[in-house]
């Protein structure tokens, strides 16, 4: 998990996540939070294995990008049991309201696909009008 903090301007996140992808990383995910003119920023990253580890990759952004960017970067690891969870399928549903037309459950489940994303199309009775 890489955070940094600092004086808000626009721009931020690019620039964190443009440093973190220039180092190798690939960003899992980020939140950013902010008062009055700071902000705070979490982004959960993926390392491939033979490169640098996350702290290596701070350490270097915070020396030769940190002056620049206004703010400095920290590198905290969290639990890989913790992460494998976080990573584990994740059961959602969508609600999918548009006009009937013939093939439309067709046309939705190969759109799924191409997102690597299993179907199942669930079928509820209309409620019986009064």
Request: charged share 25%; aromatic share 0%.
């Given at each position: 998990m890489i955070f940094a903090m600092g004086t808000h301007r626009p721009?931020?996140?690019?620039?964190?996540?443009?440093?973190?992808?220039?180092?190798?990383?690939?960003v899992a995910g980020s939140r950013k939070v902010m008062l009055a003119d700071s902000f705070a920023v979490l982004v959960s990253v993926w390392v491939p294995p033979e490169s640098k580890t996350p702290e290596e990759m701070v350490t270097h952004i915070n020396e030769t990008l940190a002056p620049a960017m206004g703010f400095s970067l920290t590198a905290h690891m969290i639990d890989q049991a913790v992460a494998k969870a976080a990573q584990a399928p994740v059961k959602r549903h969508l609600k999918l309201l548009c006009p009937q037309r013939p093939g439309i459950i067709k046309a939705i489940?190969?759109?799924?696909?191409?997102?690597?994303?299993?179907?199942?199309?669930?079928?509820?009775?209309?409620?019986?009008?009064?």
């Open positions: 721009g931020v996140v690019r620039d964190v996540t443009a440093a973190l992808l220039d180092e190798g990383a690939s489940s190969e759109l799924l696909k191409v997102g690597s994303l299993a179907a199942r199309v669930c079928r509820r009775p209309r409620p019986a009008s009064a």
